[in-house]
């Protein structure tokens, strides 16, 4: 039993959007395409509270730099994915009809959660491995944005959870904050265990 998981395809990270991944809304048609062989499909949205920790204005620096949140190195991010706001709704285009579950993240202004099973520092689960075991999934293929932070995590995640995990490299872009970021990111994917597709 197979799951494609749809991670954060959401307008704040499309050009445009407030955290803005190059070439991000190319991954609205690969996700689409991907559906097809896949039966079960699961979403997650960055969904934050209005004055997050992460965000670069409530800690009063600079976005891109680096802070610290729940005791942990934390990059200040320009505020993103508001809860019920425009840019935190998934990008238009996006086939939302066969989506069976939405796990949101990042909640919890006092800590960030990239991974869509654990907050940052570990200490709270969201559910979802416990979800896709009671709907028997084995095989993950795991696609979205941003490839070097929240897909990343996600990735690893699945795999120390026990699922085979598949990344679609076609339909993720990533953030690339330094140059480098997504190659890296592929390599500790691949080296955690995922099988790049
Ligand atoms: C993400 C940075 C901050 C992501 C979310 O979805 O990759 N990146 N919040
Ligand atoms: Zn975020």
Redesign the pocket.
């Known amino acids: 039993m197979n799951a494609l998981l749809l991670?954060?395809i959401?307008n704040d990270?499309l050009p445009g959007g407030a955290?803005a991944v190059a070439h991000g809304d190319e991954v609205v048609a690969a996700a689409n395409a991907l559906y097809a062989g896949h039966s079960l499909v699961v979403a997650t949205q960055?969904w934050?509270p209005a004055r997050h920790g992460?965000f670069a204005s409530v800690q009063g620096g600079v976005a891109g730099t680096l802070g610290t949140l729940a005791g942990l190195p934390q990059?200040l991010?320009p505020d993103?994915?508001v809860q019920c706001s425009v840019g935190a709704a998934f990008a238009s285009g996006l086939e939302l009809a066969r989506i069976e579950a939405i796990f949101r993240k990042?909640c919890d202004p006092e800590i960030?959660s990239?991974s869509a099973f654990w907050d940052n520092g570990r200490r709270r689960a969201t559910g979802l491995a416990g979800f896709l075991r009671e709907r028997g999934v084995t095989d993950v293929t795991v696609c979205?944005?941003?490839?070097?932070?929240?897909?990343k995590f996600t990735a690893i995640d699945a795999v120390d959870a026990g699922f085979r995990v598949g990344l679609a490299l076609g339909a993720c872009r990533g953030?690339e904050l330094a140059a480098g970021d997504c190659d890296r990111a592929l390599s500790e994917m691949v080296a955690a265990g995922v099988r790049i597709l």
Do not use: I, K
């Open positions: 991670v954060d959401q990270f955290l960055d934050h992460s990059v991010w993103h994915c990042g960030d990239y979205g944005l941003a490839m070097d932070y929240c897909v953030v």
